[in-house]
């Protein structure tokens, strides 16, 4: 009796171990991330307000939300807005990346009552307002400096330092191994979502703080609102605790490679391998033309893409990622914007408007071409011209998108060799009824793309 006691004892013991070995192993989605319903179909516009407007004012920012909000566009990023440091300044004005004060509005944009009306007047146009968030490092002549000099690192010297290896002389280094830091980094970014109502933060090189601090930071504002997080940086973990999105700086380097120096589209397909297999499941990827730091310091969308700007504008908006556009791409801005000085934008008519603002309508209305969780995988379709035209399809149950891009400077004449592209289709941008099968050829002029569009399912069998 006791020997079978023991033995049914033993026996329940190692069924528990096994169970435990293979719960171990049960699959378990590390993100814990939850995007706002808001950002499903969003695409974001930075705003730099130094040359937005004539003025550089937030007021005058301001009287062109409805225009923003006509050409569609959801979340606004404000570049940073507080006052600039004065000591080892850059140039006559300074970097906004060199912040004087957190809590403060710089007084070359307005006061905070103008950033409180600006905030105001974007969310009763339903659009959405995130501030440039610099928590790497700050001005020289920042007050902490004096109040809490413990809080800056120190070089071999013992004396305060710009982040290593950049020539980022008007700035000084955090260290993050200061708890008080930490709290002090983390109040502040809740005060604006607080008192200035703002909708979340795009986080300057975000990889160069530590994720644990994002993480906790991202817990407390989401505790004030739902926000929006975008990290300045392509880290795969980023994705989990901490942020909404992450730049795909890849995809800006790959349509260069391909645009100006002769690449083949497998450069493209590298990128979006590593998002489909690095990145978790429906992670938000950044995708632009242009950026502050590309126009300012690389070049113009022109000069980066040439005769490929319009293929590469529309790559990022039906390719997998959630699209930029940048402080005045929409009139076809042409000039490399001066970064420490004023050089305001000069607006004119443009056919790009009407490109951003019908991408802009593809977008929201296609539920494939949503962000994130909600859109729908992109899927690589083979076809006899592989290394100058990608094509690919995204589907779900309601829509399907298939698009095609040369990008090479010679007419294509394309034919598709997967089912899954085959079907009927609307020309998106011709307006014209197509049908896709084993022997169609579908005819691309240099630098040209093709997006059709279809219904799927009971509603695209009516």
């Not at 378990?28 to 407007?53: C, G, H, M």
């Not at 443009?350 to 209305?365: D, Q």
Request: hydrophobic residues 45%; glycine residues 6%.
């Amino acid at each position: 009796m006791i020997g079978r006691h023991i033995a049914r004892v033993l026996l329940a013991s190692i069924v528990l171990v096994l169970a435990a070995c293979s719960a171990r192993h049960e699959p378990d989605s590390l993100v814990k991330v939850k995007p706002a319903e808001w950002t499903r179909d969003a695409v974001i516009y930075q705003v730099n307000l130094r040359q937005f407007t004539a003025e550089g004012t937030l007021a005058a920012a301001q009287q062109q939300l409805p225009r923003l909000k006509a050409l569609g566009v959801d979340i606004l990023w404000l570049m940073p807005i507080h006052p600039i440091g004065a000591k080892n300044r850059k140039g006559s004005l300074g970097s906004p990346y060199a912040v004087r004060d957190y809590r403060a509005v710089n007084p070359e944009f307005g006061t905070f009552d103008d950033l409180k009306r600006f905030v105001d007047q974007a969310h009763s146009l339903g659009m959405r307002v995130i501030l440039d968030w610099v928590a790497n490092h700050s001005a020289w002549d920042n007050p902490l400096v004096d109040q809490h000099p413990d809080w800056y690192e120190r070089d071999w010297k013992g004396d305060f330092h710009p982040t290593s290896w950049w020539d980022w002389s008007d700035i000084i280094e955090f260290d993050y191994s200061k708890r008080e830091l930490r709290r002090y980094m983390a109040d502040a970014m809740a005060f604006w979502v607080r008192e200035a109502g703002v909708d979340g933060f795009r986080c300057d090189v975000a990889a160069y703080v530590p994720l644990d601090f994002w993480n906790e930071v991202r817990r407390e504002l989401d505790a004030i609102k739902p926000v929006f997080m975008l990290a300045e940086a392509a880290s795969r973990d980023m994705h989990y605790e901490a942020f909404d999105a992450t730049y795909a700086w890849g995809l800006h380097s790959a349509l260069h490679e391909v645009a100006r120096k002769g690449a083949s589209v497998d450069a493209l397909a590298g990128h979006y391998s590593e998002q489909d297999n690095l990145f978790p499941r429906g992670s938000m990827r950044m995708v632009f033309t242009s950026n502050h730091d590309k126009n300012s310091w690389e070049g113009t969308e022109f000069e980066m893409f040439g005769d490929a700007v319009r293929a590469a504008i529309v790559l990022t908006f039906v390719g997998d990622g959630i699209p930029l556009i940048y402080n005045g791409q929409e009139a076809g801005n042409n000039k490399r914007l001066a970064f420490f000085e004023r050089d305001p934008l000069v607006w004119q008519e443009h056919p790009h408007a009407v490109l951003f603002k019908r991408l802009i309508e593809l977008k929201s209305g296609n539920s494939a071409l949503h962000n994130g969780p909600w859109g729908a995988r992109m899927i690589r379709v083979a076809n006899d011209s592989p290394q100058r035209v990608l094509s690919f399809v995204r589907a779900n149950e309601s829509d399907k998108v298939l698009a095609l891009f040369n990008f090479s400077a010679e007419p294509r004449s394309v034919m598709l060799r997967e089912s899954l592209a085959y079907g009927q289709y609307t020309d998106f941008f011709a307006a014209r009824s197509v049908t896709i099968d084993a022997g169609t050829t579908i005819d691309l002029p240099p630098w040209g793309y093709a997006v059709l569009t279809a219904k799927t399912g009971a509603e695209g069998a009516r």
